[in-house]
């Protein structure tokens, strides 16, 4: 192996790493909150990504990259609030919410997988760069464009952070989270926090539609494989603090990026999973756990 | 009549689905006063404040605190079919965040808080529910004049606080959500004698201060000190309400509850 190839392996892993450590920090952010999972995160990746391309596109609306993810954006948040309120919301008061929110969202991905086909068709679409052209780090010629979504990442998630651990909203969001009850006997309306925490989880979803949709084609069912990569970071970081998960997407990016490198495209899940139940093994809590939430 | 009490809670109905665990319970709190419960173990003391502070629905009867009526009037529509999923089509017939905001503030049993957070951020949440009814630098020298201690743990997670400990910065947070009535369920509950003494004076204080509060004690002297009115739950209904003029001893309180039982 050229110190070429390690730089571009090594480089792969992070543009990964930043994408997987979005998602996984949406999915995240509903588990912790919600104490369920939301299997539909997959579809909002890919419903994010249409209605982006749909505004930014020459094909459709034309409106340029950065409207076209401020309406994604902004769009997803209240879907995801939406969604919340029609499939999650009925069952609050369910004491096995967990498995019937199983149910529900994956009902509710089947669905909007299918509206994003009939509008959109299964044809693959791709939105424009971030950035066009290559630069070069130490010798290394890189894309700009994956430049930027790294970056990109990792701005919005330091914001993420900061907003939970500083911002009155985001601190009520993580009480909310360890203890419902006592938050609401302090006047915190806990149905709002659930509503914008799905809808922030749906606007990460969004952000990383948009961001794979920049680098990769876009089809339908896009968000499957994220989802699933998503779970395994979520699961193997842990989510005893807001950063296991990012951590951990780094972590998994890197060994897919040096597994698909090694072993090739499709035995590198395969790998990929033997490690996560290794660690799990040996660390029921995820990596960087200690303290979980019990749902 | 309303206007003068405080709180008016009138033949309240609760329970857990599908038990009921309190039946009629009547219950006021004149302007300024407090009022003290007093009951065996499970009889329904915790389920009945849950109540009053909107954690669980009341099933029928009415709460009015300070003018306002806070649960939907009228009883709760029959659930006939036990599998039937009646929270999708019904409203909730009260509102925590509305109990809590008009400054009923409940600090519950056991409170275990938020365990990953700070005391500091714990504390800076609680404002939420007073809404700027109070002014929250002045109110957090005031927790923390009454709570040395909670001062010197501000940095620390709530998880690696003592239960005493945990007691105080449950008491401080309800102080900074500026109760007009505090709710304080089994405020010493298994503290050891000191923790208690110093947890007592402070609650005493916070009375002095001109917080009328409803506290649930086994222990009817540290009640008596701090009340005007004492009522005696029994087996989910209020079996008696006695004045502080006419405060009964500990034995014959005990023999009011359990003595007339045992034939
Ligand atoms: N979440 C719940 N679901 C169903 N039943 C419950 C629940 N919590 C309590 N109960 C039942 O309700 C009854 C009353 O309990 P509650 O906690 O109100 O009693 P209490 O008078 O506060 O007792 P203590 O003095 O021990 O605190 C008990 O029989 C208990 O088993
Ligand atoms: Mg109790």
Redesign the interface.
Request: overall charge positive.
């Given at each position: 192996m050229t110190l070429e190839t390690l730089n571009l392996i090594l480089l792969g892993g992070i543009v990964l790493g930043a994408l997987y450590a979005l998602m996984a920090t949406g999915l995240a952010l509903v588990w912790t909150t919600l104490g369920i999972f939301n299997f539909a995160h997959g579809t909002f990746i890919a419903l994010g990504a249409y209605i982006a391309w749909q505004i930014a596109s020459t094909e459709a609306s034309g409106a340029g990259l950065l409207a076209g993810a401020a309406v994604s954006i902004i769009g997803m948040f209240v879907i995801g609030m939406l969604v919340y309120y029609l499939l999650i919301k009925?069952?609050?008061?369910?004491p096995d919410i967990v498995v019937k929110s199983v149910i529900t969202t994956l009902a509710g991905a089947t669905i909007l997988e299918n509206v994003i086909n009939l509008v959109w068709g299964p044809r693959n679409k791709q939105l424009s760069p971030l950035l066009g052209g290559d630069m070069s780090i130490l010798g290394i010629t890189i894309s700009r464009n994956e430049m930027a979504v790294v970056a990109l990442a990792i701005v919005i998630l330091a914001a993420l952070g900061v907003f939970l651990q500083r911002a009155?909203l985001g601190?009520?969001m993580?009480?909310v989270a360890?203890?419902r009850?006592?938050?609401?006997?302090?006047?915190?309306?806990?149905e709002r926090l659930y509503a914008i925490a799905f809808g922030l989880s749906a606007a990460l979803a969004a952000l990383a539609g948009i961001l794979i949709g920049s680098i990769r084609f876009m089809n339908p069912s896009m968000g499957s494989d994220p989802l699933m990569k998503a779970l395994i970071v979520v699961i193997f970081g842990g989510i005893?603090r807001f950063t296991g998960p990012i951590y951990a997407a780094f972590i998994v990016g890197l060994l897919e990026a040096v597994m698909t490198y090694l072993v090739g495209l499709y035995w590198s899940p395969t790998v990929l999973f033997a490690i996560m139940i290794v660690v799990l093994v040996a660390k029921p809590e995820g990596l960087f756990g200690r303290?979980r939430k019990s749902v | 009549m309303t206007d003068t009490l405080l709180l008016d809670v009138r033949a309240l109905d609760g329970g857990y689905e599908p038990l009921q665990i309190f039946r009629k319970i009547d219950l006021s709190l004149a302007q300024g006063a407090s009022v003290g419960l007093f009951g065996p173990n499970g009889h329904g003391k915790t389920t009945f404040l849950r109540t009053l502070s909107g954690i669980i629905d009341p099933w029928d009867g009415d709460i009015f605190f300070d003018g306002v009526q806070l649960n939907r009037p009228g009883a709760r529509g029959s659930r006939r079919w036990r599998n039937f999923n009646y929270d999708a089509i019904t409203r909730r017939r009260m509102d925590p965040k509305a109990v809590a905001r008009a400054g009923l503030i409940h600090v519950p049993q056991g409170n275990l808080l938020f365990p990953d957070m700070t005391v500091a951020e714990t504390l800076s949440i609680a404002p939420y529910a007073s809404r700027g009814r109070a002014n929250a630098a002045e109110t957090l020298d005031k927790v923390f004049r009454l709570f040395p201690r909670v001062h010197e743990r501000l940095g620390h997670k709530i998880r690696f606080l003592s239960g005493g400990e945990r007691q105080m910065v449950a008491i401080g947070v309800g102080l900074m959500a500026a109760p007009k009535l505090l709710i304080l369920d089994e405020p010493t509950l298994g503290l050891s004698p000191k923790l208690r003494g110093e947890l007592a004076s402070a609650i005493q204080t916070i009375r002095g201060s001109g917080v009328p509060l409803i506290v649930v004690d086994q222990d009817i002297a540290f009640l008596e000190e701090l009340i005007d009115t004492l009522y005696l739950f029994d087996h989910g209904r209020i079996s008696r309400r006695i004045e502080k003029a006419d405060m009964p001893t500990h034995e014959e309180i005990m023999k009011l509850m359990f003595g007339e039982d045992h034939h």
């Amino acid at each position: 192996m050229t110190l070429e190839t390690l730089n571009l392996i090594l480089l792969g892993g992070i543009v990964l790493g930043a994408l997987y450590a979005l998602m996984a920090t949406g999915l995240a952010l509903v588990w912790t909150t919600l104490g369920i999972f939301n299997f539909a995160h997959g579809t909002f990746i890919a419903l994010g990504a249409y209605i982006a391309w749909q505004i930014a596109s020459t094909e459709a609306s034309g409106a340029g990259l950065l409207a076209g993810a401020a309406v994604s954006i902004i769009g997803m948040f209240v879907i995801g609030m939406l969604v919340y309120y029609l499939l999650i919301k009925p069952f609050e008061r369910s004491p096995d919410i967990v498995v019937k929110s199983v149910i529900t969202t994956l009902a509710g991905a089947t669905i909007l997988e299918n509206v994003i086909n009939l509008v959109w068709g299964p044809r693959n679409k791709q939105l424009s760069p971030l950035l066009g052209g290559d630069m070069s780090i130490l010798g290394i010629t890189i894309s700009r464009n994956e430049m930027a979504v790294v970056a990109l990442a990792i701005v919005i998630l330091a914001a993420l952070g900061v907003f939970l651990q500083r911002a009155p909203l985001g601190r009520a969001m993580r009480a909310v989270a360890q203890n419902r009850e006592a938050a609401q006997l302090m006047g915190i309306d806990v149905e709002r926090l659930y509503a914008i925490a799905f809808g922030l989880s749906a606007a990460l979803a969004a952000l990383a539609g948009i961001l794979i949709g920049s680098i990769r084609f876009m089809n339908p069912s896009m968000g499957s494989d994220p989802l699933m990569k998503a779970l395994i970071v979520v699961i193997f970081g842990g989510i005893a603090r807001f950063t296991g998960p990012i951590y951990a997407a780094f972590i998994v990016g890197l060994l897919e990026a040096v597994m698909t490198y090694l072993v090739g495209l499709y035995w590198s899940p395969t790998v990929l999973f033997a490690i996560m139940i290794v660690v799990l093994v040996a660390k029921p809590e995820g990596l960087f756990g200690r303290y979980r939430k019990s749902v | 009549m309303t206007d003068t009490l405080l709180l008016d809670v009138r033949a309240l109905d609760g329970g857990y689905e599908p038990l009921q665990i309190f039946r009629k319970i009547d219950l006021s709190l004149a302007q300024g006063a407090s009022v003290g419960l007093f009951g065996p173990n499970g009889h329904g003391k915790t389920t009945f404040l849950r109540t009053l502070s909107g954690i669980i629905d009341p099933w029928d009867g009415d709460i009015f605190f300070d003018g306002v009526q806070l649960n939907r009037p009228g009883a709760r529509g029959s659930r006939r079919w036990r599998n039937f999923n009646y929270d999708a089509i019904t409203r909730r017939r009260m509102d925590p965040k509305a109990v809590a905001r008009a400054g009923l503030i409940h600090v519950p049993q056991g409170n275990l808080l938020f365990p990953d957070m700070t005391v500091a951020e714990t504390l800076s949440i609680a404002p939420y529910a007073s809404r700027g009814r109070a002014n929250a630098a002045e109110t957090l020298d005031k927790v923390f004049r009454l709570f040395p201690r909670v001062h010197e743990r501000l940095g620390h997670k709530i998880r690696f606080l003592s239960g005493g400990e945990r007691q105080m910065v449950a008491i401080g947070v309800g102080l900074m959500a500026a109760p007009k009535l505090l709710i304080l369920d089994e405020p010493t509950l298994g503290l050891s004698p000191k923790l208690r003494g110093e947890l007592a004076s402070a609650i005493q204080t916070i009375r002095g201060s001109g917080v009328p509060l409803i506290v649930v004690d086994q222990d009817i002297a540290f009640l008596e000190e701090l009340i005007d009115t004492l009522y005696l739950f029994d087996h989910g209904r209020i079996s008696r309400r006695i004045e502080k003029a006419d405060m009964p001893t500990h034995e014959e309180i005990m023999k009011l509850m359990f003595g007339e039982d045992h034939h």
